[in-house]
C-alpha cells in the first residue's frame, strides 16, 4: 500500500510556490524590464529561453514531488525524487556564491534549499518504511 510522505508534499509545494513566484515576480521584476534595455535581441531571447526553461523544470518538479508525496506516482522512483533533491540544493550555489562575490542579498537560495532538504529528508522515511 502507497502512504503518504509529507515531505514530499511539503516540498512539492513549495516547489509550486516557487514555480510561482518565479513566473510571475520574476517577469515582472526581472524579465520586462530587461527586455526595455538596449540588450540585443538575439541575447535577451536567449535569456528568457533560459528563464522559461526554469519554469518548466519548476512546474514539472513540483508535479512529480505532490504525485509522489501522495503516493500516486513516482514513490518507487527514489532516484528521480533524489536528483531533484540534489537539483534544488545545487540551484542555490549560484545565487550564494553571486551575493558573496557581488556583496548583496540574493534571496534565491532561501526558496530552493528547504525544497532540497525536505526531498532528501524524505528519502529517508521510504527507506524506513521499506
Known amino acids: 500500500m502507497k502512504t503518504k510522505n509529507t515531505y514530499w508534499i511539503i516540498a512539492g509545494i513549495l516547489n509550486f510556490i516557487t514555480f ?3 513566473l510571475i515576480g520574476g517577469q515582472l521584476d526581472l524579465v520586462n524590464p530587461m527586455l526595455d ?3 540585443n535581441v538575439e541575447k535577451s531571447s536567449q535569456l528568457v529561453g ?3 526553461m526554469v519554469t518548466i523544470i519548476l512546474i514539472g518538479t513540483s508535479y512529480i514531488l505532490l504525485l509522489a508525496g501522495f503516493g500516486k506516482k513516482y514513490t518507487t ?3 528521480l525524487i533524489r536528483m531533484i533533491g540534489y537539483l534544488n ?3 542555490c ?3 550564494i556564491i553571486a551575493g558573496f562575490y557581488y556583496g548583496l542579498l540574493v534571496p534565491q537560495w532561501i526558496f530552493f534549499l ?3 532538504i525536505l526531498t532528501l529528508i524524505g528519502l529517508n522515511k521510504v527507506k524506513k518504511d521499506a
Open 20 to 22: 510561482f513566484l518565479h
Open 37 to 39: 534595455t538596449t540588450l
Open 50 to 52: 533560459a528563464w522559461n
Open 77 to 79: 522512483n527514489t532516484e
Open 89 to 91: 540544493l545545487s540551484f
Open 93 to 95: 550555489l549560484p545565487f
Open 114 to 116: 528547504p525544497i532540497g
